[in-house]
């Protein structure tokens, strides 16, 4: 299967495998994307350090990795952005038969094992981790919304996943490339800057 092959079928929550006799494994794969973001001390060891960790245990399939950007803090129109440092991001596409709530256990272990800190909404943090779509599934939980509810209006998510899978569709928004060109019209072209003297190693 190739990074951009996103045949995993839609299944709505009440269509969910019955995962009882597999140990919180699902009997399907998915393909998931998730972003990193960091801000806050040093921004490339914190990426690092995620991706390690994200692939540490079983479950979850490494497949690929965008390059390094640096970009400018973002939130949303009339969201007020307290004053921070730029992000280093990526996005990263792997392969999981981990159930969605799982998924979302693992990365949220990971922020708060690398001692996260965002003390205001939209303000710096040490690291940040969203599961931008998992396969088709569409989900609206209190703490679970797939595909992410922000990604499309993401340049810092569009930009770099579109160097990997231009293709895919992101939900009902379109294709990512598409996405990632309006984004860059919107913020401008210094809003996201490519680093290519910045690198990261796949999970070992
Ligand atoms: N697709 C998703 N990926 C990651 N977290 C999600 C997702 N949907 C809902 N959440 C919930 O969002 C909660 C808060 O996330 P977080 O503090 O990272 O928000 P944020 O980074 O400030 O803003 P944003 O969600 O816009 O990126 C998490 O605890 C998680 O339960
Ligand atoms: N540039 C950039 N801006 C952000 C980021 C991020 O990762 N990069 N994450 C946010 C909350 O998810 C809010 N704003």
């Given at each position: 299967?190739?990074?951009?092959?996103?045949?995993?079928?839609?299944?709505?929550?009440?269509?969910?495998?019955?995962?009882?006799?597999?140990?919180?494994?699902?009997?399907?794969?998915?393909?998931?994307?998730?972003?990193?973001?960091?801000n806050?001390?040093?921004?490339?060891?914190?990426?690092?350090?995620?991706?390690?960790?994200?692939?540490?245990?079983?479950?979850?399939?490494?497949?690929?990795?965008?390059?390094?950007?640096?970009?400018?803090?973002?939130?949303?129109?009339?969201?007020?952005?307290?004053?921070?440092?730029?992000?280093?991001?990526?996005?990263?596409?792997?392969?999981?038969?981990?159930p969605?709530?799982?998924?979302?256990?693992?990365?949220?272990?990971?922020?708060?094992?690398?001692?996260?800190?965002?003390?205001?909404?939209?303000?710096?943090?040490?690291?940040?981790?969203?599961?931008?779509?998992f396969?088709?599934?569409?989900?609206d939980?209190?703490?679970?919304?797939?595909?992410h509810?922000?990604?499309?209006?993401?340049?810092?998510?569009?930009?770099?996943?579109?160097?990997?899978?231009?293709?895919?569709?992101l939900?009902?928004?379109?294709?990512?490339?598409?996405?990632?060109?309006?984004?860059?019209?919107?913020?401008?072209?210094d809003?996201?800057?490519?680093?290519?003297?910045?690198?990261?190693?796949?999970?070992?």
């Open positions: 299967m190739t990074a951009s092959d996103h045949k995993a079928s839609a299944h709505q929550p009440d269509q969910m495998p019955d995962r009882t006799a597999t140990g919180g494994h699902m009997l399907v794969s998915h393909r998931v994307v998730l972003s990193l973001g960091s806050l001390g040093d921004r490339l060891d914190n990426l690092q350090e995620a991706v390690d960790a994200l692939f540490d245990a079983p479950g979850l399939d490494y497949v690929a990795m965008s390059p390094v950007y640096e970009t400018a803090p973002f939130a949303p129109p009339g969201e007020e952005l307290p004053e921070q440092g730029d992000y280093l991001n990526i996005v990263l596409v792997a392969d999981t038969r981990l969605p709530e799982n998924l979302l256990e693992r990365v949220l272990n990971i922020e708060n094992s690398m001692r996260r800190v965002r003390e205001v909404r939209w303000g710096p943090r040490t690291l940040d981790i969203d599961i931008v779509i396969g088709d599934v569409v989900l939980e209190p703490d679970l919304t797939l595909p509810p922000r990604a499309h209006q993401r340049a810092f998510v569009l930009v770099p996943w579109a160097d990997i899978e231009p293709d895919v569709l939900g009902d928004h379109g294709r990512v490339g598409d996405l990632a060109a309006a984004a860059v019209r919107e913020g401008g072209p809003a996201v800057r490519r680093r290519d003297d910045l690198t990261l190693q796949p999970p070992a």
